[in-house]
């Protein structure tokens, strides 16, 4: 699978699961699907039980469409610019860097 194939599907997921947890919250809560949608923090949508179900609904669609596993429920938010989930853009690049990490060496370059 080469990188853009991976970027993509890693914005599946993130959408994938924005839509099981807009289906709980009121509309004015709803997180819009775009890259720059602020997820958590000052602007965020997300507050912490929109949080949770978030983080179990993703890490459930990412092992869907990567067949493998992952653990976010132990990233701490924060207002750090590190923070994986400060927005959907950079929760792809995590989810992007993660699928990376899982597929080893013998993936070279291609994610």
């Known amino acids: 699978m080469d990188a853009a194939e991976t970027r993509d599907k890693a914005y599946d997921v993130i959408y994938r699961a924005l839509r099981a947890v807009n289906e709980l919250v009121p509309a004015e809560n709803r997180v819009r699907q775009s ?22 609904a993703l890490e459930q669609e990412y092992e869907i469409e990567f067949g493998r596993s992952i653990v976010l429920a132990g990233v701490a938010p924060g207002d750090e610019a590190g923070d994986p989930f400060r927005t959907v853009a950079t929760l792809a690049d995590e989810l992007v860097l993660r699928s990376r990490r899982q597929a080893g060496p013998d993936a070279g370059g291609r994610a």
Not at 43 to 55: A, H, R, T, W
């Open 35 to 56: 890259p720059d949608e602020r997820l958590i923090g000052p602007e965020g949508k997300l507050d912490s039980l929109g949080y949770i179900n978030f983080v179990a």
